[in-house]
Each structure stands twice: as C-alpha cells, then as structure tokens.
C-alpha cells in the first residue's frame, strides 16, 4: 500500500470544525482512500472513503485534492466523543490483499 | 446494529501456554481478518481469510499462529506456544466483501497478557 503522511496530533475545541489533513503523493490511480478512527481502548472504527470526487456522510466529509496526492477529514462539529486516533489508509483494489496498514495516525484531542 | 464480538476481552497466560481467542463475525460478511496492537503501537495486520482458507498473512503471522472458523458463526486465532512478545490487543474484524471499496468492521478486542 502507498504511504500516507499525517500529523502526529491535532487539537480543537468542541463544537468547533476540524479539518485533518493527509498527504499521499504516491498514491496510484486506483488507490482508494480511506479513514477509520480509534477510540481509546476500543478496536478501530470505519469513518468514510472516496477515490475521486468529494464524499459526506453521517460521521464526516472528506475532501480529496485534485490531483488526488492529498486529502482532508472534516468533523464538523467536533465533540468530546471525536477525541481519537484518526487514520488515513489507501487501498489498491487491484492486488491480492484487502488488509488495512494502519500509520499512526493523527491523535485529535478535544477540548472545551 | 450488527457487531462483531470477541472473547474473552482479557486473557493472561503463562509463556508455552496455547491460547485460542475467539470472535463472531457479523453473520452475513464473508471476510474475516485478525489484527494486533501491542501496546502504544501500530494497529498490524496478521492474516485474512475466506471461503475457509487463509488469503493472505503477515511476516507476523507464524508457525505458532493459527486461524478455523470451526462452525457458521465462529472465528477463532489459535497461539500454539505463547512468548512475551505476543502480549497485545488483538482485534478481529470481518466484511461483507474483499473490503476494497467497503468498510471492515473491528470488534472491541482481547487484551492477551503473557508472563
């Protein structure tokens, strides 16, 4: 799987929109991006995905830059439950395996 | 909502013991995977499987690992001989498909403790 690049942590207060960012330059044109997040002590949690074009759903949106070497998880309105780890995964639908890498991720916290 | 449940959710364990952690998929996914995250680690991929056989396994996933899904609804990772080195969280997770475009869904994991 290509590489990704994120920030270590992020900071925001609640109710405020947070926006995390990662870079895959070397990500194939058929690489799928993906996010999970990991609440503290529980097992990892799916958030959203995209291959092109800009994605919402019920969790989050993900913004996928043009040219697709970078992209951006926005909550919204964070609250206190967002506090995470925050993972962004790409995925190559045309190899063999469907496993996900995890990196280490962004660790959000959340403050009042 | 459907989930995907382990037990026991903590285990201990002398090293050279056999341990079996076990998990119950979500009853009409097809994939099943196991993970491990030793403690302030990366999430690490150990195995895969469908149509009862192993799809793929990491470097981690040894001669002392082992994966059955001895029933429908069962799903079980089997540690022959333990070491310290295999103390970790340990999740199970399972999809509906390959999961390429589809999201896995990870149950709450098994804290195993070797001593």
């Known amino acids: 799987d290509a590489k990704t690049t994120q920030p270590n942590s992020m900071e925001s207060n609640e109710e405020e929109p947070v926006h995390l960012p990662c870079n895959h330059s070397t990500i194939s044109g058929t690489d799928y991006i993906h996010w999970y997040r990991q609440l503290p002590s529980q097992g990892p949690e799916y958030v959203i995905h995209?291959?092109?074009s800009n994605v919402n759903n019920r969790m989050a949106s993900l913004a996928i830059a043009e040219d697709r070497k970078s992209s951006t998880l926005i909550l919204h309105r964070a609250t206190l439950r967002d506090a995470a780890v925050y993972y962004c995964?790409?995925?190559?639908?045309?190899?063999?395996?469907?496993?996900?890498?995890f990196g280490t991720g962004t660790r959000l916290q959340v403050t009042l | 909502e459907p989930e995907v449940t382990q037990t026991p959710s903590h285990q201990v364990t002398q090293m050279g013991q056999e341990v079996i952690l076990r998990c119950v998929p979500i009853s009409n996914h097809l994939y099943f995977y196991w993970y491990r995250q030793i403690l302030g680690q990366k999430v690490e991929f150990l195995v895969s499987f469908y149509n009862n056989e192993i799809s793929e396994k990491s470097e981690i996933f040894d001669d002392q690992f082992s994966v059955e899904r001895p029933d429908g609804s069962n799903f079980t990772l089997k540690i022959r001989s333990t070491k310290l080195e295999d103390s970790a969280m340990y999740f199970c997770?399972?999809?509906?498909?390959?999961?390429?475009?589809?999201?896995?869904?990870f149950g709450p994991g098994t804290r195993l403790t070797v001593l």
């Open positions: 997770a399972s999809s509906g498909d390959r999961g390429l475009k589809n999201e896995q869904f």
């Open positions: 995964i790409l995925r190559d639908p045309t190899g063999t395996a469907s496993k996900l890498t």
């Open positions: 995209g291959l092109t």
